[in-house]
């Protein structure tokens, strides 16, 4: 059966082009960048090469850092908790105002902070599933030592307002720090337009590698590290870089951004095309407006339709999508974007997400559409209630 | 555990083979309608069960011949996950033909053996385990609306876990007989908690009545209370009333009230009485900084029964008047 992939806010498929940048530095130059001699000499120049693509890809100043590191929630919790650790232990400044839309590694490294008396604010989204300037603008006081927003939501693809947020804690002198993973290759990214002190982001999500992201932080920004040890990464991150890793990180950079356009014109229509044919069936909300969302997300709310039962009957066709709230997971509340923009209870079990990269086709995206409508029919059929 | 635990995920390709024939071609849905009762000779009855705000809904249609109380027909519908489908459909079909007596003792656990590929490997993951209870449920709901009872009649009382059907008597008892000391043990004696984990502890997927954390504390206190050795006979309390006030007064002039002085606060005896439980009630009123002190409704009070039973008598107990 020949499968179709539309999971892509889960993880995406590595770019060959990037897989075969990784190559050579398995078998052959394998040396550790941190050596003195020809086998480390040899991978430098690679590695100086992927910095570029980083540095080029989020427009970063050459005086700001990007550390390597292992992935997003590394990221996310090097800065929540080396905050704790350079502002919130020891100096008047205990509060971090953040979002309830957030990634877990910040939501959980929050939760743990408070055990250690720092007070955190959850900001709730609006009508519309955006966390506005204004409501940071609120929730500031001259205790908050750090704001934290995620740019675009995993589950919706909601972009929060990162220009408008960042003026606001630039203004208010708070430390910002965003949790970019979902955005980066999706839309534009750029830290000189969007002046944030910190930025997390994670290869695979841009058809690169697993195991490896970066962590932005503007220059002058002081953070301790998670991980002591050597001097890599200039003493913010012990341990020895994935040096593959890295090289297919900025070759996977490069081509996310390049390919920004393409994910804007045709990702789009192809994601608009599905939307449009899930709209087609009657008693369908799809969650956000198409253009405060990543081009590439559809999350969409069926009645009657159980979420986890519709994606059994997507997978029996060999098409891979998510579920925001599985009949198994831990909780059964709805989620708070859902809650925000005033659906009911009842739709936080019948959430479907369909989220297109660019290597998907327009004839995958037919074949989705009319297993969609199959699968719509007969669980509808099904169900107590419709 | 740890070893299979790390790499989580894992749902479906747990799923037994029956279990995803029946999700993609379940036999026995639909509705059943008052033309079909009237076909077949029987009455019709329609339960539901859930809510679809907490993920799950089914609803049971049967045909019941009055005669002999034999189902003649039996069919659902569901708003659920592949098991809670799975089991909803296998559970209609195991309700055909059983009288409707036969059918109320059909639990889970019986629908979950008769989805097995094979009679030791489970039809479902355990986190899965709870979604067939629903299909348990709405058969104890078509029963009483058939025979026009409460639902609690037919329901087993003080189900502390419902995917394993375990009551608080035989969790109670596996941890008094077993000296069971985690909630772990009592999985592994009783499967309590050992499936949707719901009930262990507050928090998880759905909210409980009972936690097996709070059953094991209380069981626990109890049994450390139980193998405490019998003191002797009690000589304090065989002494007058106005002895005893004398003795506590004493006590609390050496050891209490000097510690409390120290925060700027004082205690003053209220009264003595028999509790029916054969416990002397101390009643106690604070004075000074120890008035509307958060610690001195806990810490303290402890504190203050702690040196009267050390000194006096070990049935005696603190409150404040």
């Known amino acids: ?386 | 555990m740890a070893k299979n635990d790390l790499i989580g995920g894992s749902l479906w390709e747990q799923y037994s083979a029956k279990v995803a024939e029946r999700m993609n071609n379940p036999r026995h849905f639909g509705e059943l309608t008052a033309a079909d009762a009237q076909r077949l000779g029987g009455r019709l009855v329609i339960a539901n069960e859930g809510a679809e705000s907490c993920g799950d809904t089914v609803r049971l249609y049967w045909i019941v011949r009055e005669s002999d109380e034999h189902i003649l027909a039996a069919t659902f519908k569901s708003f659920g996950c592949g098991t809670a489908i799975a089991s909803t459909d296998m559970m209609a079909e195991m309700c055909i033909g059983k009288t409707v007596s036969e059918a109320t003792k059909i639990t889970n656990l019986d629908v979950e053996r008769a989805l097995r590929d094979t009679a030791d490997k489970a039809a479902v993951p355990p986190q899965k385990m709870h979604c067939s209870v629903m299909a348990y449920e709405v058969i104890k709901r078509a029963a009483a609306l058939y025979r026009n009872v409460d639902i609690a009649t037919l329901q087993d009382k003080d189900i502390v876990c419902e995917c394993a059907r375990v009551t608080l008597q035989t969790i109670e008892d596996a941890i008094r007989i077993n000296d069971l000391h985690t909630v772990e043990e009592i999985a592994d004696y009783t499967k309590a908690g050992a499936f949707c984990k719901s009930c262990v502890r507050p928090g998880g997927h759905e909210k409980r009545e009972l936690y097996l954390v709070d059953i094991l504390a209380r069981v626990r206190e109890e049994m450390s209370r139980e193998s405490s050795p019998q003191p002797p006979p009690d000589a304090f309390l065989e002494q007058s009333v106005v002895k005893q006030i004398r003795a506590i007064e004493a006590a609390l002039d050496a050891d209490i009230r000097p510690v409390l002085a120290r925060d700027g606060g004082g205690i003053e005896l209220d009264d003595v009485r028999r509790a029916a439980d054969g416990s002397l009630l101390v009643l106690v009123q604070y004075k000074g900084a120890c008035k509307g002190c958060a610690g001195s409704v806990a810490g303290t009070l402890s504190f203050v029964q702690q040196s009267l039973q050390e000194r006096l008598s070990p049935a005696i107990r603190v409150q404040v008047a």
């Not at chain 1, 971090?96 to 989204?125: D, M, W």
């Not at chain 1, 927003?149 to 708070?174: D, F, H, S, Y």
């Not at chain 1, 009657?304 to 831990?330: F, H, K, M, R, Y």
């Not at chain 1, 509340?333 to 809650?339: K, N």
């Open chain 1, 1 to 386: 059966m020949e499968r179709i992939y539309l999971d892509n806010n889960a993880t995406t498929l590595v770019d060959p082009a990037v897989r075969e940048a990784m190559e050579p530095f398995y078998c052959h130059m394998y040396g550790n960048p941190n050596s003195l001699h020809s086998f480390g000499i040899e991978v430098r120049p690679y590695l100086n090469r992927a910095m570029e693509q980083l540095y080029a890809g989020i427009e970063a100043d050459d005086e700001d850092n990007i550390i390597v590191n292992s992935c997003a929630t590394e990221g996310n919790n090097t800065v929540i908790l080396g905050m704790y650790f350079s502002l919130l232990k020891e100096t008047r400044k205990k509060r971090i105002v953040t979002t309830q839309l957030e990634h877990p590694s910040i939501r959980e490294a929050c939760r743990f902070l408070e055990n250690h008396g720092v007070k955190v604010t959850y900001l709730a989204p609006d009508s519309r599933g955006l966390v506005t300037a204004e409501s940071v603008a609120e929730a500031l006081s001259d205790q908050t030592a750090l704001v934290s927003v995620m740019w675009a939501n995993n589950e919706t693809g909601l972009l929060q307002p990162m220009k408008e947020i960042a003026a606001v804690c630039r203004e208010r002198g708070v430390y910002l720090h965003t949790d970019a993973v979902q955005a980066i290759g999706k839309v534009p990214v750029s830290v000189r337009e969007v002046p944030v002190d910190f930025l997390t982001f994670s290869a695979h999500k841009f058809h690169g590698p697993k195991g490896v992201g970066g962590l932005y932080l503007r220059k002058g920004v002081v953070l301790p590290p998670l991980l002591h040890g050597g001097e890599q990464m200039g003493g913010h991150r012990a341990g020895t870089v994935d040096v593959a890793g890295l090289v297919g990180m900025g070759q996977a950079m490069e081509l996310a951004v390049t390919a920004l356009d393409y994910e804007n014109l045709v990702v789009r229509r192809l994601r608009d095309k599905l939307e449009d044919a899930l709209l087609r069936h009657a008693d369908v909300l799809v969650i956000g407006e198409r253009e405060l969302r990543t081009p590439n997300t559809v999350y969409a709310s069926i009645r009657g339709v159980e979420g986890e039962a519709l994606i059994w009957d997507l997978n029996q066709a060999g098409i891979a999508a998510s579920t925001g709230s599985a009949c198994a997971s831990e909780s059964l509340e709805a989620s708070p974007i859902l809650t925000a923009i005033g659906a009911d209870r009842e739709l936080a079990h019948t959430g479907v997400r369909l989220s297109l990269s660019r290597f998907t086709t327009e004839q995958e995206i037919d074949t989705t559409i009319a297993v969609l409508d199959r699968a719509i029919v007969r669980l509808r059929q099904l169900s107590t209630s419709y």
